[in-house]
């Protein structure tokens, strides 16, 4: 009979296809290895560039363009405008001469929102969230914490720099051709 150690419940095989080696099972069966979230996720990213993109185009752009000139995956992209026009962000119109434009000025949308629509909160644990804070089940003190300490210092910083930065700002970065962006 197998052992009832960490190691051993890692090395079965995935209970949902057998034929998946043991780094795959490990992912799917062990609850207690996270699942590390990307720093900023393609979606965060193709939104990103999907905005900076509408950004420095007079009327409507169709979503067949935006994918093409980005390299963003077509029905990716087609969610993610989706979720922002949900959110005010973008205004579509449908039929001939349609398409995605920016809801309001490229200089009134941040970085900072676009990023928390499309990927959630900015900090990165829980109990340092001010949208979606969790107290760790694992921390009897959350003020005597060190770890939460210096990622609540993590999340001002992160927001402090993504709330400040305009898609139009975005813009003008990228426009800087071969210029060094500091």
Same mark, same amino acid.
Do not use: W
């Given at each position: 009979?197998?052992?009832?150690?960490?190691?051993? &419940? #890692?090395?079965?095989?995935?209970?949902?296809?057998?034929?998946?080696?043991?780094?795959?099972?490990?992912?799917?069966?062990?609850?207690?290895?996270?699942?590390?979230?990307?720093?900023? $996720?393609? !979606?965060? !990213? &193709?939104?990103?560039?999907?905005?900076?993109?509408?950004?420095?185009?007079? /009327?409507?752009?169709?979503?067949?363009?935006?994918?093409?000139?980005?390299?963003?995956?077509?029905?990716?992209?087609?969610?993610?405008?989706?979720? #922002?026009?949900?959110?005010?962000? #973008?205004?579509?119109? !449908?039929?001939?001469?349609? /398409? &995605?434009? #920016?809801?309001?000025?490229?200089?009134?949308?941040? @970085? /900072?929102?676009?990023?928390?629509?499309?990927?959630?909160?900015? @900090? =990165?644990?829980?109990?340092?969230?001010?949208? @979606? &804070?969790?107290?760790? =089940?694992?921390? =009897?003190?959350?003020?005597?914490?060190?770890?939460?300490?210096?990622?609540?210092?993590?999340?001002? $910083?992160?927001?402090?720099?993504?709330?400040?930065?305009?898609?139009?700002?975005?813009?003008?970065? /990228?426009?800087?051709?071969? @210029?060094?962006?500091?």
């Amino acid at each position: 009979m197998e052992k009832s150690t960490p190691r051993a &419940y #890692l090395q079965r095989k995935c209970p949902v296809n057998k034929s998946h080696p043991p780094q795959t099972a490990r992912r799917l069966i062990n609850p207690l290895t996270p699942i590390r979230k990307a720093m900023l $996720s393609n !979606k965060a !990213k &193709y939104g990103l560039k999907a905005l900076i993109h509408l950004a420095g185009h007079e /009327g409507v752009s169709l979503a067949a363009t935006i994918a093409e000139e980005n390299h963003i995956p077509r029905k990716f992209l087609d969610a993610i405008l989706l979720e #922002l026009t949900k959110a005010g962000i #973008l205004a579509s119109k !449908k039929g001939k001469g349609g /398409g &995605y434009q #920016l809801a309001r000025p490229a200089d009134a949308i941040t @970085a /900072g929102q676009i990023i928390r629509i499309l990927d959630g909160p900015l @900090a =990165p644990i829980a109990c340092a969230s001010r949208t @979606a &804070y969790r107290p760790c =089940p694992d921390c =009897p003190d959350e003020n005597a914490c060190a770890v939460r300490d210096v990622m609540l210092d993590v999340r001002d $910083s992160m927001a402090l720099i993504l709330d400040r930065t305009s898609i139009a700002a975005m813009r003008a970065r /990228g426009q800087r051709g071969a @210029a060094p962006l500091r």
